[in-house]
């Protein structure tokens, strides 16, 4: 009932404190490497709440929802630039490096920020661009539908070109109205680009919202076509490099076959610290260490409603709360979940940044990435199940309800 309670109030009032967040003194720090010293921490309860505004009783309590979650994980918390939450179990760990899943499109999309801002000559229309041109997008040519030809880069990135849903179960949405869909066959790794750019459209370009992994692809595609650089080339060069990612990839390498390019959808195996670094920057308007490395006005854009997608709150490869649908949570949040459990949040009006680990075992395959993995030692989980699905429990906290669920706890630990 406290916690009823207490949502609601979080949802009444904290509109009234995002015109002015304070940072106590969190505007200037910057964490190195992790080789180099890493986040600043803190682990004594009354110094998270004094210096850290913290309370990490409701924090052990979200760490309980992702252990009922998934049979690997973990969950992160930087709040005023410092580390005050962290903890595994299973095959997770900070070195880890596992496969993020559609966690890695956010990466996808504040990449073609960047893009769009350094390379503005080439694409002056930015977002609104119609990139199934010859000059964007040779590889389409001839179409295989005429309508393709009316897609933008914006509608691409908030998954509204019209492209076919994926999975056995795909829906589409209509204004938020849901519209059942048929099952099509969507990318195949063997041949990511083509099969990318030849999975049908449901519907015309802008005219509905289905969560489509090939759109994101087909986004980085543009990308590599403007740069003249592998996606992750041009992350690590504009990015990783800069805020200190070590020892990081894209899961390329499956079964005996190694992927030419990178899955614009997804993939990507980054350390748990520095998932929390990327977040940071993105909770700084885009600024690290005095350079602007993320145009601010992008990230906003992900943070609202957007013209590209009407239908949902899916805007840019991430969902925003500007409609509060996630009830104990700022209007500013913004986040996006990978398969497996994993979840990475955006809350600037809080200056917090939260990292949820997931995973099956086999996203935690070395070879999938060519990265060493630690060795774990944590095998009590080699037997777990989730919890189900009943009308009155939130199931298995997996999936979209439990990062949700993590979300509202951790925002609702905040005491300042």
């Not at 996808?108 to 080439?122: P, R």
């Not at 998954?159 to 076919?164: F, L, S």
């Not at 829906?171 to 099952?183: A, C, E």
Request: proline letters at 8%.
């Amino acid at each position: 009932m406290f916690d009823l309670m207490r949502a609601k109030l979080f949802s009444t009032f904290m509109p009234l404190f995002l015109a002015a967040p304070v940072f106590l003194g969190a505007q200037d720090y910057f964490p190195p490497p992790d080789s180099k010293g890493g986040w600043r921490t803190l682990n004594d309860p009354t110094e998270i709440r004094k210096k850290a505004g913290l309370d990490i009783k409701r924090i052990e309590t979200a760490y309980k929802v992702c252990e009922r979650g998934t049979p690997n994980g973990g969950l992160l918390v930087v709040r005023h630039g410092y580390l005050v939450f962290e903890k595994y179990f299973g095959r997770a760990s900070r070195n880890a490096n596992p496969d993020m899943a559609s966690t890695g499109k956010t990466y996808t999309s504040i990449a073609c920020g960047v893009m769009l801002e350094e390379f503005k000559d080439k694409i002056p229309q930015g977002l609104d661009t119609k990139v199934f041109t010859e000059k964007f997008l040779p590889q389409t040519f001839p179409l295989d539908d005429p309508r393709k030809a009316d897609i933008s880069l914006g509608q691409l990135l908030c998954m509204t070109a019209g492209y076919w849903g994926e999975g056995q179960t795909p829906s589409g949405f209509v204004l938020g109205r849901p519209q059942p869909l048929k099952p099509v066959p969507g990318q195949n790794i063997r041949d990511l680009d083509n099969s990318s750019l030849r999975v049908p459209l449901w519907t015309d370009p802008g005219a509905g919202y289905s969560y489509s992994s090939p759109s994101p692809h087909i986004a980085s595609l543009v990308l590599r076509n403007i740069t003249g650089m592998e996606l992750q080339d041009y992350i690590r060069t504009r990015l990783a490099d800069p805020m200190g990612w070590e020892s990081w990839g894209y899961c390329l390498q499956r079964g005996d076959f190694l992927m030419p390019h990178a899955n614009g959808a997804g993939s990507i195996a980054v350390h748990a610290t520095d998932a929390l670094r990327f977040g940071y920057c993105l909770a700084k308007a885009g600024r690290w260490e005095g350079k602007q490395l993320i145009p601010q006005s992008y990230i906003k854009l992900c943070q609202q409603s957007s013209p590209y997608n009407p239908h949902s709150p899916f805007v840019l490869q991430f969902e925003n709360n500007a409609d509060g649908h996630v009830l104990a949570a700022p209007t500013d949040a913004f986040f996006k979940s990978g398969a497996g459990g994993f979840g990475l949040f955006v809350v600037p009006s809080l200056d917090l940044v939260i990292y949820k680990l997931g995973g099956k075992d086999g996203q935690y395959d070395p070879a999938m990435t060519g990265l060493p993995q630690p060795a774990f030692n944590d095998h009590s989980r080699a037997d777990w199940q989730p919890i189900p699905r009943t009308a009155f429990n939130e199931g298995s906290a997996s999936g979209d309800d439990g990062l949700r669920r993590v979300l509202e706890l951790i925002s609702c630990a905040v005491i300042d």
